[in-house]
C-alpha cells in the first residue's frame, strides 16, 4: 500500500482540502463504494482498477490510527492528512513497511497578518491542492 500523506499544521485546510480531492475523484470518474462517516469522511474509491482510500480526519494518531482501521485492507493507494511533526508523522513512518511508498505533500497555505479575510484566497489554494493530490495519485497507480 502507498501512502500520499497531506502534511500541514493545524487548522491550514488539509480538511478541507480532502473534502475537495472526494469531489475532484467523482468527477474525475472514480466510484465512491464506500462511506465510513460524513464529515471526518473515510471513503473508498474504484479508480483505474485500483481501490483508494481517502481520509480526512488525522490529527491526533487516535484519529488517523482509528480511521486506518476502518479502511479495507486491499487499498492500494490512501490519501490522508497529517501534522507537520509528532505522532501522526512517526505513525506514518511505522505503519509503511518501505519508506518509498509514503509520499509526503507540503500543505499550501497564506500568510495572513489577520486584518484582511483571505477566505475566498485559501479555498482557491484548496483547490488546486486537491488536484495536485490526484495528480500524484495518478502518478502512483
Known amino acids: ?4 500523506s497531506l502534511w500541514g499544521k493545524h487548522d491550514s485546510g488539509k480538511t478541507t ?3 475537495f480531492l472526494r469531489d475532484v475523484l467523482l468527477k474525475r470518474g472514480a466510484k465512491e463504494t ?5 464529515y471526518d469522511f473515510i471513503s473508498v474509491f474504484d ?3 485500483k481501490k483508494v482510500g481517502v481520509i480526512s480526519g488525522g490529527d491526533t494518531k487516535d484519529i488517523l490510527t482509528g480511521n486506518f482501521g476502518k479502511l479495507p485492507n ?10 507537520t511533526k509528532g505522532e501522526t508523522v512517526h505513525y506514518l513512518e511505522e505503519f509503511v513497511f518501505n519508506p518509498e511508498d509514503l509520499i509526503w505533500v507540503k ?4 500568510r495572513n497578518n489577520g486584518k484582511y479575510s483571505v477566505e475566498k484566497e485559501e479555498n482557491i489554494i484548496n483547490l488546486i491542492q486537491a488536484e495536485i493530490l490526484f495528480e500524484e ?3 502512483q497507480l
Open 34 to 38: 464506500k462511506i465510513v462517516d460524513e
Open 74 to 83: 486491499d487499498c492500494d493507494v490512501v490519501i490522508c492528512p497529517s501534522r
Open 137 to 139: 495519485l495518478k502518478l
Open 107 to 110: 500543505k499550501a497555505e497564506i
Open 1 to 4: 500500500m502507498k501512502i500520499i
Open 17 to 19: 482540502t480532502m473534502k
Open 47 to 49: 479508480f483505474q482498477d
